[in-house]
Structure formats: structure tokens, C-alpha cells
């Protein structure tokens, strides 16, 4: 096990404060430096940082750092949702970590998905049932992981296999 125990901390930063965001810092018990590589292809790192070394992912659209010593996840929800971000982390890390021998570890970032690849396999109908105005804003969501093909109900066949084949290595999904 490479996580044992750790400390949480709910921080206000300074360019959030406006709208009273808080973030989650995971102090960790112990360098977690070697794994960070093989997260970052377990995971789907879209950043991956040589020096000093980190991963950056998306997780139900936030954004988690993985750093040698702590863990970001920025707007991580009430207790009981940081909660279970926690322990699912908790429980990747160790896992992945059990599992080093198996995984090709990723060393270098994944191209971002692209706004208008995205638009491009939409049905671009503007028809709202996914919740957003617009099929662009749609896209612009997925592409920072916010949404997924799942989330277009007028996409289907072809098109919606193009989709979630074009994000599927920049989505979690729904962890929780």
C-alpha cells in the first residue's frame, strides 16, 4: 500500500474567493513520486509534469493534481461527495500502484480535445436537452470534461461511438 493516511483541507484561493469556491488539498503521509507516471495512463492525465513531477485529470469535469506529497481537486462539493473523491483516490493510487508491473508507464501529456472536433460530432440541432444552450457550449463543457456522449440525447449510432472514441481517454465518468 502506498497511501496509508493523510490529511484533508478545505482552502479558499484568492481568485475563487468571489464565489465563495473552496478547494480540497490532500496532504499525503508519503512521497507517492513513482506512481505518478503510471496515473497518468491508468487515469488519462491530459498534463503530465516531469519537474517536479505531476499529473493533472478530470474528474466529473474538476480538475485533480496529482503532486509527490498532496492531491488538488478544485470545487470538490459538500463533505459527503470530498469524501468518496477521497477514498476513490485513495483506493486508484494503491491499486494502480499494486499494479505498476502491468501498466506501460506515460511519461509526456495528451493532446486536449478539441472544441470543434467535438462540435464537429455533434448533431449541432441546439435543441437544449442536454441541459446547455447550445451544441458549441455542449462541446466547450466536454472538452474540459464537464460532459460526455452520454449527455447528447439526440446523438446516437455512428456518430455518438465517434464521440465517446474521440474523449473517452480525457473521462473518468462518474466515479461516485
Not at 46 to 67: A, C, K, M, N
Not at 74 to 103: C, F, H, M, Y
Not at 125 to 136: D, S
Amino acid at each position: 500500500m502506498l497511501i496509508g493516511s493523510f490529511t484533508t483541507e478545505l482552502v479558499r484561493l484568492a481568485c475563487g474567493s468571489e464565489n465563495g469556491a473552496l478547494d480540497l488539498v490532500i496532504h499525503l503521509d508519503s512521497d507517492i513520486s513513482e506512481v505518478i507516471p503510471y496515473l497518468n495512463t491508468v487515469l488519462g492525465g491530459f498534463q503530465y509534469t516531469r519537474e517536479p513531477r505531476s499529473v493533472s485529470l478530470r474528474l466529473d469535469g474538476s480538475l485533480v493534481v496529482i503532486h509527490p506529497r498532496k492531491i488538488c481537486v478544485n470545487a470538490p462539493g459538500d463533505s459527503a461527495e470530498q469524501e468518496k473523491i477521497v477514498e476513490w483516490l485513495r483506493d486508484k493510487i494503491n491499486e494502480t500502484w499494486e499494479r505498476r508491473d502491468a501498466i506501460e508507464p506515460r511519461f509526456e501529456s495528451l493532446a486536449v480535445p478539441q472544441l470543434l472536433e467535438i462540435l464537429r460530432l455533434l448533431p449541432r440541432t441546439n435543441c437544449g436537452l442536454c441541459g446547455e444552450q447550445t451544441c458549441m457550449v455542449f462541446a466547450s463543457r466536454a472538452s474540459k470534461g464537464a460532459k460526455c456522449s452520454d449527455d447528447c440525447p439526440p446523438l446516437e449510432g455512428e456518430q455518438k461511438i465517434k464521440l465517446e472514441k474521440y474523449l473517452g481517454p480525457f473521462e473518468l465518468g462518474a466515479f461516485l
